[in-house]
Every structure is written in structure tokens, then in C-alpha cells.
């Protein structure tokens, strides 16, 4: 069950209107990183959890990701309260209006024009937000380390927008924001180091042989370090094709009609390797110039101008 308080769940002070800076806090309201996919996001994972703690923890983040949607898509009403009113109202001239809206070539157009001012659920290219965002896979622990990087990328992104505006009262509620989702990642590493069998992800087993080898897969420059040293890895400085042995080729064993089938298309469509076909473009080609340099005009001609 939710119940809405109606008191955010920080205190919000804009000094002024800014449609261009609304525009950009739009990436945490409608965007990939934004409040609404990490609300929803957890919310799913939480509903299928099996374990007790693990759930409540999950609902309780995503309720307050939710708390967080208000403050963003509160914060991006105030900024454009002025634009709003100037559209509804018609207060300005049309070129002046253009201006205060767009802001220094930003398309704060979008939402102070189309959505009348309040918080529209894209992001801030005006991309709408998608469900695609929610990327749960069901397994606890790849789940767990996904939200360990979703909150680490809110994080950044909140303090990109925090660099991005001069308004106190806007730092501060960012700065809160950017902190919670420092607080829940510590949560989520938490809840994954409680799992005691966390690593790998899932219930098979990795191969053995396949498990701890490292293949340099590029030449010169080699780089070594704890992500692929003998003491961690089997280090194969060039490895061959086919590490399994085989002879690197893709087979399939068809029954006889479709492997008869497949033989007279390949005998039907062979190539002949023997022919040098004129083609069209071959007519339509024109001929290299031949002996002929910018600075160098060949003999008997005169140079370009």
C-alpha cells in the first residue's frame, strides 16, 4: 500500500525561473539513469524477491525513489513557473517569448511549450521515457551489482547538473539526491556480500578450463595487472583459434531433404572464380590519371587553376 504525504522529502527552495535549467534536470525524471526507472526498476525486483530482508529493502528504496521523482519533477515546475505563465497568458512578444524559453540554444521548448511547464516524462533531449530502462534480469546477484551501477551512474549525473547551475537552493536538493544514491549502493553491496555464494551469477557452475584463462587478444603494447596476472589468471599471450581444440570451422547435421536442398542452392548460386565479368560499374568508371601531382603537371600540360 502507498500513501502520499504531501510534504516533500527535502525542502526545495528555487531562487528563480530557469526553463533551460529545467530542461536538463529532465535526465533525472524521464531518463535512463532518472528516479522513475530506478523506482521501477526496484519496485519489480522487490515484488519477486524471496527473501524477507532483501524485499523490504528493495520497497523501501523504491518508494523513496519515488519521494525523489517529486523533488526532481517539483524542482522542474518552479524553474519554469515564469515560462508558464508567460505561454498561457501571452505576456511577451513572440521573438522575447522564444528567447526566455530556449534559454542559450537548449530545448527547454520542450516542456515549457508542449507540457505547459511541468515535468514531462522524457528525458532532456525530449526522448520519452521507456520501460526498456528497467533492466532486471531475475537473478539476485547480477540484479544487485546492476543497481550498484545504476545508483553510481545517478550519482555523476547528478553531479554534472550540480556544476551545471549557480542556484543555492538547487545545489543543495541535488547534492541531497547525489547523496541518497551514494547511501544506496552501500545498501545494495551490502545485501549482495550477505549472499554467500554471490559469484558467479546463477547455478551452473563456470568450465573449468575456460574459467581462469585470460586471452590477450591484442598485439603490442600489452598492459599486465591484477585483471589478467599469472597469479589470478592462466595467461595466454597468443592464443590460437578454436581454444577448445577443434578446428575453429561452424557444422550443423541436417536431415537428408534439407541437406539435399542446401546442396542445390550452393551449386546454384556458386561463384565462378574464373571470370572477370564487365559490370557497371566498370563501364561508368572514370580512368585514373596517371603521373599527375598538384604541384607536378605532367608534361605537355598545363597545371590547373
Not at 50 to 66: S, V
Not at 251 to 260: C, E, G, H, R
Request: hydrophobic share 35%; with cysteine; proline share 7%.
Amino acid at each position: 500500500m502507498f500513501r502520499h504525504v504531501k510534504q516533500l522529502q527535502y525542502t526545495v527552495r528555487v531562487a528563480g525561473p530557469n526553463p533551460g535549467l529545467a530542461n536538463l534536470l529532465l535526465e533525472q525524471f524521464g531518463g535512463p539513469q532518472g528516479e522513475l526507472a530506478a523506482a521501477c526498476r526496484y519496485f519489480t525486483q522487490g515484488l519477486g524477491d524471496e527473501d524477507p530482508g532483501r524485499k523490504d529493502m528493495l520497497m523501501d528504496i523504491a518508494t523513496e525513489e519515488l519521494s525523489h521523482l517529486e523533488i526532481i519533477g517539483s524542482l522542474v515546475g518552479m524553474l519554469n513557473k515564469g515560462a508558464k505563465g508567460d505561454l498561457a497568458e501571452g505576456t511577451e512578444k513572440e521573438g522575447d517569448l522564444y528567447r526566455s524559453i530556449t534559454g542559450n540554444g537548449n530545448d527547454s521548448h520542450l516542456t515549457a511549450l508542449l507540457y505547459g511547464g511541468g515535468p514531462a516524462l522524457t528525458n532532456s533531449a525530449g526522448v520519452p521515457w521507456t520501460a526498456a530502462y528497467v533492466d532486471t534480469i531475475g537473478e539476485v546477484t547480477a540484479d544487485l551489482r546492476s543497481n550498484i551501477a545504476a545508483e553510481a551512474r545517478a550519482k555523476i549525473l547528478y553531479e554534472r547538473l550540480i556544476n551545471m547551475t549557480d542556484d543555492p537552493g538547487v545545489k543543495d536538493a541535488l547534492g541531497f539526491l547525489m547523496t541518497r544514491e551514494v547511501a544506496h549502493q552501500i545498501s545494495f553491496e551490502k545485501a549482495l556480500y550477505s549472499i554467500r555464494n554471490n559469484f558467479p551469477p546463477g547455478k551452473l557452475p563456470p568450465i573449468e578450463k575456460y574459467a581462469s584463462a585470460y586471452y590477450n587478444m591484442s598485439a603490442d603494447g600489452d598492459v599486465r595487472g591484477s585483471w589478467n596476472s599469472d597469479e589470478n589468471f592462466d595467461y595466454v599471450a597468443d592464443p590460437a583459434p578454436a581454444v577448445d581444440g577443434g578446428d575453429g570451422t561452424a557444422s550443423v547435421t541436417l536431415p537428408a531433404k534439407q541437406q539435399a536442398a542446401l546442396d542445390a542452392l550452393a551449386a546454384r548460386t556458386a561463384s565462378d572464380p574464373q571470370v572477370n565479368p564487365v559490370t557497371g560499374a566498370d563501364i561508368g568508371a572514370v580512368p585514373p590519371i596517371e603521373n599527375e601531382t598538384a604541384s607536378e603537371p605532367p608534361a605537355g600540360k598545363p597545371a590547373k587553376k
